[in-house]
């Protein structure tokens, strides 16, 4: 009896299994659940929204997914953020102002980063094995000046989660920024490329739409 009870138990162990890393093999892109979502900025997430792998002998080393945080990325998160927390529009403006001084000043990205493994990578300082480079639009090589590891409770990593299928309790979410030179229109023909590498392999991921990174404010958009 104790045998039969174990045999039927058996494809119930098998059902909810026992690994601790999520299952990457479906598709990586936006998710595709709708509830509480705009289209507005799903559209735009889609448009702006880069990934890449790095394997070793058949395993996954890394995987990375990005989103450059243009105007329109900034402003539509803050829209959200005004509809979901009932801002008033002074607030809102004074957000806003804020967003146009760091896109002024910084090329900003939100890397979503997973090992492959309940593992968190090492990334995000000087001496880490994960290393991040910006090549611009005049094919240098930017280093960054700033990298920050989203909470999972912060509101950016909330909307994130949201929209981005890959943003879920095995990955990391980091702000990465590099100085932008104040630049207000491209210099070069070069496509913007983030680059991810490590001695265990690197990932190229490539923006080759240049305005999205030389953005001027349209005055009649508001906020």
């Not at 299952?23 to 890449?52: I, N, P």
């Not at 004074?94 to 090992?115: D, G, I, R, T």
Request: hydrophobic share 35%; proline share 4%.
């Amino acid at each position: 009896m104790f045998r039969l009870r174990l045999f039927w138990l058996l494809p119930l162990f098998w059902v909810l299994g026992c690994s601790t890393a999520r299952d990457r093999e479906g598709a990586q892109d936006l998710t595709d659940s709708w509830s509480a979502k705009r289209e507005v900025t799903l559209e735009h997430l889609m448009q702006s929204y880069k990934t890449g792998s790095i394997y070793l002998d058949y395993g996954t080393v890394l995987l990375v997914d990005a989103v450059y945080c243009d105007l329109t990325y900034r402003k539509l998160y803050l829209e959200e953020l005004g509809e979901a927390y009932l801002h008033s529009s002074a607030h809102q403006l004074e957000q806003w102002k804020q967003e146009k001084v760091e896109y002024k000043n910084y090329y900003e990205f939100l890397l979503v980063l997973y090992s492959g493994s309940a593992k968190t990578p090492e990334f995000g300082r000087a001496g880490s094995s994960w290393q991040v480079l910006l090549r611009d639009d005049e094919g240098d090589l930017l280093k960054p000046v700033g990298t920050k590891m989203l909470s999972h409770k912060e509101r950016e990593y909330l909307f994130l989660k949201k929209y981005l299928k890959p943003v879920d309790r095995w990955a990391e979410v980091y702000r990465v920024r590099f100085a932008k030179l104040n630049r207000p229109a491209p210099k070069g023909d070069h496509p913007f490329e983030l680059l991810l590498t490590g001695i265990e392999g690197k990932t190229l991921l490539r923006w080759n739409d240049r305005t999205l990174f030389y953005q001027q404010e349209d005055p009649r958009s508001g906020l």
